[in-house]
T-cell receptor
Framework: GEQVEQLPSSLIVQEGASVLINCSYT??????FPWYKQEPGKRLQFIID?????ERKQNQRLTLLFDKKTKHLSLHITATQPGDSAIYFC???????FGAGTKLTVKP | GPKVLQIPSHQIIDMGQMVTLNCDPV?????FYWYKQILGQQMEFLVN????????KSKLFKDQFSVERPDGSYFTLKIQPTALEDSAVYFC????????????FGPGTRLTVL
């Protein structure tokens, strides 16, 4: 079945830094890739998505890049703030399957 | 924004007992999901439910598991009988376009089987 790998497992950065979270999947038939974040003690919250007919999507400080050939996604977060501290999950919704998550900690 | 509710937030039961986890999805959504997350591990898909039927289920959705949504009320996950390995947080989600739209998640029910 579909496998979703997400790296790194954790990131610690200073406020204002940019971060990159990588995700790879195995099923070339997958077409929809939503991302979620989960702040401590809160529910998963949708943040951005991309479909397989796109290469790039931006939502404010979030940019999601998609490479269909390599079956790879990258979530770029710029100008990080302490409020961005959360666990970020990539997802392949054809399955649906989640990555293991990336715990982002932004220090003030 | 729209919220998915889950009741209860925490349930402790003895192994072998039955448990029902309740989910109140977003009101106009038609697709419903259950996920299982053991502490420190990945969130795993259990089942997808649409139009009164299970559309897809994973290997984790054992014969002891069942789901239903009688008359548009709660979407429920029933485990009968429970086993120790069922201890986890169970997340409910709903969406209005199946797998190809964002899902709205509940806060989870922490199930502890003793």
């Amino acid at each position: 079945g579909e496998q979703v790998e997400q790296l790194p497992s954790s990131l610690i950065v200073q406020e204002g830094a940019s971060v990159l979270i990588n995700c790879s999947y195995t099923d070339s038939a997958s077409v929809y890739f939503p991302w979620y974040k989960q702040e401590p003690g809160k529910r998963l919250q949708f943040i951005i998505d991309i479909r397989s007919n796109m290469e790039r999507k931006q939502n404010q400080r979030l940019t999601l890049l998609f490479d269909k050939k390599t079956k790879h996604l990258s979530l770029h977060i710029t100008a990080t703030q302490p409020g961005d501290s959360a666990i970020y999950f990539c997802s392949v919704n054809n399955a649906p399957r989640f990555g293991a998550g990336t715990k982002l900690t932004v220090k003030p | 924004g729209p919220k998915v509710l889950q009741i209860p937030s925490h349930q402790i039961i003895d192994m072998g007992q039955m448990v029902t986890l309740n989910c109140d999805p977003v009101s106009n959504h038609l697709y419903f999901y259950w996920y299982k997350q053991i502490l420190g591990q990945q969130m795993e898909f259990l089942v997808n439910f649409y139009n009164g039927k299970v559309m897809e289920k994973s290997k984790l959705f054992k014969d002891q598991f069942s789901v239903e949504r009688p008359d548009g009320s709660y979407f429920t996950l029933k485990i009968q009988p429970t086993a120790l390995e069922d201890s986890a947080v169970y997340f409910c989600a709903s969406s209005n376009w199946g797998y190809y739209a964002e899902q709205f998640f509940g806060p989870g029910t922490r199930l502890t089987v003793l």
